[in-house]
């Protein structure tokens, strides 16, 4: 009889050592992770100050940008002064250089703006000229007298020669009847600098009229050269954004 009742101890014995065993091995529970520190009394989320920004106000189209799409035949600037002195022709020799300035830097501005691809630069309109045999039309010495700054603001019909002069040079340009015609560059000594300004007229070469006839005003800049470019970057900028 003591015999089985040890048995039986001894039974319960390696029963218990063996859950012991098996509990030991099992999963172990996930650890505990602490959780995230409370904002500060009065501060914002990020995500909620991002969503209270107002969005950016939408930018203005460009005044000129409808001829951005079109054909345009861009002429040279047809004459030049600078301070109080009388104006220079762009086909005469005191004239040409300061003339060929602004042309280089229009041309530059226009190119950067991607212009090229539809509108007829200085350069090319020129060598179209060369090719115009008839008249020998000099594209720098157009007839401007009817685009004088006294120019009466209803006045949009083009005097005569100048209508047939740029027919003449257009019609050699593939699908152009639009044209950028700088008539007059001067450049003002300022304080602290000089400032330039242009006068240019947008025209309809098949119908002879003035579509548009802006004057545009640079910033004052520490040169002529510089101030050239503010003038000519301003319109370039009314046509299309780099």
């Keep these: 009889m ?29 650890p505990q992770t602490a959780p995230p ?38 002429f040279p600037l047809q004459r030049y002064a600078v301070g109080d002195s009388g104006w220079l022709s762009a086909a005469g020799a005191t004239g040409r250089p300061r003339a ?30 060369q090719r115009e045999v008839m008249n020998r039309t000099d594209p720098r010495a157009l007839s401007i007298v009817g685009l004088s700054p006294g120019r009466r603001p209803n006045d949009i019909d083009l005097r005569e020669p100048l209508g047939s002069q740029l027919r003449a040079i257009i019609a050699m340009v593939a699908e152009s009847r639009m044209v950028l015609l700088p008539v007059e560059g001067r450049v003002a000594i300022a304080a602290g600098g000089r400032q330039a300004t242009l006068r240019l007229a947008l025209i309809d ?30 319109f370039a900028d009314m046509v299309a954004v780099p």
Aim: net charge positive; proline share 9%; glycine share 6%.
């Design 37 to 74: 520190p409370a904002p500060a009394v009065g501060a914002e989320p990020p995500a909620a100050s991002a969503m209270a920004a107002p969005p950016a106000a939408p930018k203005a189209a460009p005044v000129f940008g409808a001829y951005a799409s079109r054909v345009v035949v861009v």
């Design 205 to 234: 070469g098949r119908l002879s009229r003035v579509v548009s006839f802006p004057d545009v005003t640079g910033a004052i800049a520490v040169d002529e050269r510089a101030a050239v470019q503010s003038a000519v970057e301003r």
């Design 100 to 129: 060929a300035l602004v042309d280089s830097v229009l041309t530059a501005a226009l190119r950067e703006r991607g212009l090229e691809t539809l509108w007829s630069l200085t350069p090319n309109t020129s060598r179209v000229a």
């Design 2 to 30: 003591s015999l089985l009742l040890h048995s039986r101890r001894h039974v319960r014995v390696l029963l218990a050592t063996a859950a012991v065993g098996l509990a030991a091995c099992g999963p172990k529970p996930a």
